[in-house]
């Protein structure tokens, strides 16, 4: 299967605040902006009892929950490396992870390497330098490699 590109909500609101903002401003604005987005989510799931549990009729599916919900934020924090999109992970930690500042802090680290990917290559289209440019697609590049290889592992 081709590698899933981390081309979701997540990117764009990135690239939109640090296009606009520049590269510390725009990072911080954006962070702000995804973790009070991912809370919406785990509201609707966790204290409106929303959850897709219900839903699910693939006991492959629901096996996974199970496993899944045994190491709450290991199982979280991967979740969050992978290339999936944003609200999807989300969800799917708002499942799994029932304490919301586990969920906020994990959210919030995993946020970091994809700042500073799509952060880089924002303030480098944002300030035409070619260096900033080769780094930034090298060190997303290296991050999409990583977690495609480390999904695989799991699965």
Not at 30 to 56: A, D, E, K, R
Not at 74 to 82: G, K
Not at 112 to 117: A, F, N, R, S, V
Not at 129 to 134: A, G, H, R, V
Request: charged fraction near 10%.
């Amino acid at each position: 299967a081709p590698p899933l590109l981390p081309i979701t909500i997540e990117v764009l609101v990135i690239i939109f605040f640090v296009g606009m903002y520049g590269l510390f401003l725009g990072s911080i604005y954006s962070c702000v902006v995804l973790l009070l987005g991912s809370t919406i989510p785990y509201v609707l799931i966790n204290v409106f009892n929303l959850s897709p549990n219900g839903y699910l009729k693939s006991v492959k599916v629901k096996k996974f929950f199970q496993s899944a919900t045994k190491m709450p934020t290991q199982n979280a924090f991967l979740i969050r490396l992978t290339s999936i999109p944003y609200l999807l992970q989300n969800v799917l930690c708002s499942i799994i992870q029932p304490s919301y500042t586990n969920y906020l802090v994990i959210n919030f680290l995993s946020l970091i390497p994809w700042l500073i990917g799509f952060g880089l290559f924002a303030e480098s289209v944002r300030e035409l330098k070619f260096e900033f440019l080769i780094a930034s697609v090298l060190f997303i590049g290296l991050l999409i490699l990583l977690t495609q290889r480390h999904v695989k592992k799991i699965s």
